[in-house]
Structure formats: structure tokens, C-alpha cells
């Protein structure tokens, strides 16, 4: 069974601008109509241009997960594809306009960028719009990073779910494994959480969290939540990064 963590943590540069944390994120586990259980993992970080970026990240992450779990109660739509995740940023992308809309506000208002992860017992679905990364690994392989945060052509520059070619810079990859674990995380982890000279992942920076949750029993991770939030929190997180910052770890590693 998987056992899972997450927290979002506002960055201290929006604190001294009293903004509040601007990303998001989700992370259960579905049971699809086939019977299994599938673990489903969400990050969005909205954008700091954009004056509602923030609520534009909790709706993707809304918009996507419900989006799932509807494709996942149908057999028909098992498994999931490249089609099928297109059809979900456009369900997003058309309800964040209507929500903008209904405002007087423009989908760039709303602006954030979206990674996402459905994993089953065999095969597994990734895909993103944007920086962030989703760092993999199975007991038979080292972790890799599945894409390399997508920065655009220019510095402090990305794309978003909200952006009208959107679809042209959705990256999806389905891998046939048993992936056992999983990180997703938002652009403010990924100086820390990524070697960019080898553009790797920086194992120091995972393995303890993840040596933690392997020993830890599943009623343990809510403690392990807190704990998490603490160190996205703490002084040596904050010394290296002031951005926002989402992280969520996933295991059914066995000992």
C-alpha cells in the first residue's frame, strides 16, 4: 500500500510581500473500476505575475484530480493516455476561464503551471506543463527525473496550463514498470532537489525523507506531514530558496 506525504510552504519572499503560498497540490490513492488502486499525485504553482495564481493552482489541482478519478470509474478509459490528458487540460483550462470570466479577470490572471502523476501496479502516467520535476524510481533502478524543468526559452520564464498553446508544451510519459516511488515538487525545491550539472536528481536531498517513510507505518504519516512542512520551513530550506515550495513523497517500497 502506498504511503504518502505532502506540503506546501509559502517562500519568505512572500512573506516580506505578506503574500500567501501560491502553490498547490494534491496526493491520494483512487481505486479504478478494474480493481486496483492507483496513486495520484498533483502540483501546480501559480505564477507570481499573475494577481490570482494562486487560486489558478488549487483549481488545477481540483480540475485534474476530479478529472482522474472520473476516468479512472471507467473501465473503458483504462489505461490512461496522451489523448486522455489533453482532454483533461482542456476541461482545466475551459473552467479556469469561466471562473475568470465570471470575475471580469483574464485565464493569464490565474496563471500556473502543472505537474501530475497517475501510477498502477504496472504502468504509470507523467506529465507537466512547465518547472517543477517528478523524480522516480523502482526497487530495481535508480531514481530519474521523468522531465527536466521546462523554463522556457528566456531566464525567470515558463509556461502554464492557462496559456492558449498550452498543449504544445505538455510533456507526457507512459512507463510500463512497477514504479514503488515518487517525488513531485514545485520550481522553488528544484535548486536543491536537482543536480543540474548532470541533470539528476540530487539523492542527499531525498533519500533521508524517503529511509524515513519506508520504516513509518501508514497511520504515521500525518505526523510525518507536519514534519514535512516544518522542514520545507526551516532555515536551511529558507537560506537556499525564498520561492514557494510543494513537495510530495509516495513509497510502497517494501524493507
Avoid at 510552504?9 to 478494474?34: K, L, M, R, W
Wanted: hydrophobic content about 40%; some cysteine; aromatic content about 8%.
Amino acid at each position: 500500500m502506498w504511503k504518502v506525504i505532502r506540503s506546501s510552504e509559502v517562500g519568505t519572499s512572500h512573506i516580506e510581500a505578506n503574500q500567501t503560498c501560491q502553490d498547490s497540490c494534491f496526493a491520494g490513492v483512487f481505486q479504478g473500476e478494474d480493481a486496483q488502486d492507483y496513486l495520484v499525485c498533483i502540483v501546480s504553482d501559480g505564477a507570481g505575475s499573475a494577481i490570482k495564481g494562486g487560486e489558478g493552482a488549487e483549481l488545477a489541482c481540483e480540475m485534474i484530480a476530479k478529472s482522474v478519478e472520473i476516468a479512472l470509474s471507467q473501465v473503458e478509459l483504462i489505461p490512461i493516455s496522451e489523448l486522455l490528458v489533453q482532454e483533461w487540460i482542456r476541461h482545466t483550462q475551459k473552467n479556469i476561464s469561466q471562473t475568470a470570466s465570471s470575475l471580469g479577470l483574464t485565464a493569464r490572471d490565474y496563471a500556473c503551471t502543472l505537474l501530475g502523476a497517475v501510477i498502477g501496479l504496472k504502468q504509470a502516467i507523467f506529465f507537466q506543463i512547465g518547472d517543477g520535476a517528478i523524480v522516480v524510481s523502482n526497487s530495481g533502478c535508480s531514481q530519474g527525473v521523468v522531465f527536466w524543468p521546462d523554463a522556457g526559452i528566456y531566464a525567470n520564464m515558463t509556461y502554464f496550463v492557462t496559456d492558449e498553446e498550452a498543449l504544445q508544451h505538455l510533456h507526457v510519459s507512459v512507463i510500463t514498470a512497477s514504479i514503488d516511488e515518487v517525488a513531485i515538487f514545485s520550481d522553488g525545491l528544484q535548486r536543491l532537489a536537482l543536480s543540474f550539472e548532470n541533470r539528476i536528481p540530487h539523492i542527499p536531498f531525498f533519500e533521508p525523507m524517503f529511509t524515513r517513510l519506508r520504516e513509518s507505518s501508514i497511520e504515521e504519516c500525518e505526523a510525518l506531514d507536519s514534519q514535512l512542512s516544518k522542514f520545507l520551513q526551516s532555515t536551511q530550506i529558507n537560506e537556499r530558496t525564498d520561492d514557494d515550495k510543494t513537495l510530495i513523497l509516495a513509497t510502497r517500497r517494501m524493507l
